[in-house]
């Protein structure tokens, strides 16, 4: 298969494309091994941009960093759920922006193995995460925490990952949970069950949500 195929006719229309950032959506697997390195999709103007069987989803934007609101962020967090339901998506954080299809390339190139790997490992899997609190308000204390640890590690071997994370407020313990999509609701019956057993406790569960906890990009231009 040849690395290039022509996706322009117009070589100035070609140069204005390169040089126009491209907001980072999130990678998953191409759907076919054929057609345009770059097209357009149908839902909120992405472009697929192709390297080998992998997909990169962008948006067309200004090579800058964009602006940071709750607007922003939840128009990238739709546009990435989107793409979720198409299959399973290493989701980008937001703000993640490339000056122009090379430079993406780049990141496919260089991360392939890595993001072959991590896609193959999120197949069929999503996230669902669980929030614990007191029950009856208070704040959070020992005895509450270790409560919740001792759930954390139950329902731990139900899902294929698990990760800790920060807390705030009145929460005792939050937790992300990689679980098989057709098994979420039953890991839920489960969780509540598990804190059922536990009257000091409450949990707030919500998903399915593409894996956002369990996906790192790292990369240097």
Same mark, same amino acid.
Do not use: C
């Given at each position: 298969?040849?690395? @290039?195929?022509?996706?322009?006719?117009?070589?100035?229309? &070609?140069?204005?494309?390169?040089?126009?950032? #491209?907001?980072?959506?999130?990678?998953?697997?191409?759907?076919?091994?054929?057609?345009?390195?770059?097209?357009?999709?149908?839902?909120?103007?992405?472009?697929?941009?192709?390297?080998?069987?992998?997909?990169?989803?962008?948006?067309?934007?200004?090579?800058?960093?964009?602006?940071?609101?709750?607007?922003?962020?939840?128009a990238h967090q739709r546009?990435?759920?989107?793409?979720?339901?198409?299959?399973?998506?290493?989701?980008?954080? /937001?703000?993640?922006?490339?000056?122009?299809?090379?430079?993406?390339? &780049? #990141?496919?190139?260089?991360?392939?193995?890595?993001?072959?790997?991590?896609?193959? /490992?999120?197949?069929?899997?999503?996230?669902?995460?669980?929030?614990?609190?007191?029950?009856?308000?208070?704040?959070?204390?020992?005895?509450?925490?270790?409560?919740?640890?001792?759930?954390?590690?139950?329902?731990?071997?139900?899902?294929?990952?698990?990760?800790?994370?920060?807390?705030?407020?009145?929460?005792?313990?939050?937790a992300a949970f990689l679980?098989?999509?057709?098994?979420?609701?039953? /890991?839920?019956? &489960?969780?509540?069950?598990?804190?059922?057993?536990?009257? @000091?406790?409450?949990?707030?569960?919500?998903?399915?949500?593409?894996?956002?906890?369990?996906? &790192? /990009?790292?990369?240097?231009?």
């Amino acid at each position: 298969m040849s690395e @290039e195929t022509p996706i322009l006719k117009d070589p100035s229309k &070609r140069r204005e494309d390169e040089s126009r950032g #491209l907001v980072l959506i999130g990678v998953q697997r191409a759907r076919s091994w054929r057609g345009r390195r770059v097209a357009r999709l149908g839902e909120e103007n992405l472009l697929s941009v192709r390297y080998r069987d992998l997909e990169a989803l962008v948006r067309p934007a200004p090579y800058e960093l964009p602006e940071l609101n709750a607007d922003s962020v939840a128009a990238h967090q739709r546009a990435v759920e989107a793409a979720s339901r198409r299959g399973t998506i290493l989701p980008a954080p /937001f703000g993640l922006v490339f000056g122009g299809r090379r430079a993406l390339i &780049r #990141l496919l190139q260089d991360q392939y193995l890595i993001m072959d790997e991590a896609l193959s /490992f999120l197949d069929g899997q999503t996230e669902v995460r669980a929030h614990f609190s007191s029950s009856d308000g208070r704040d959070p204390d020992d005895q509450l925490l270790a409560l919740a640890t001792q759930v954390y590690s139950e329902l731990r071997r139900l899902a294929r990952a698990a990760i800790p994370s920060a807390v705030d407020g009145k929460r005792v313990f939050t937790a992300a949970f990689l679980v098989e999509r057709s098994a979420w609701v039953e /890991f839920v019956s &489960r969780a509540e069950d598990a804190v059922a057993a536990h009257p @000091e406790l409450s949990v707030d569960i919500t998903g399915p949500w593409p894996p956002y906890d369990f996906v &790192r /990009f790292a990369y240097e231009h």
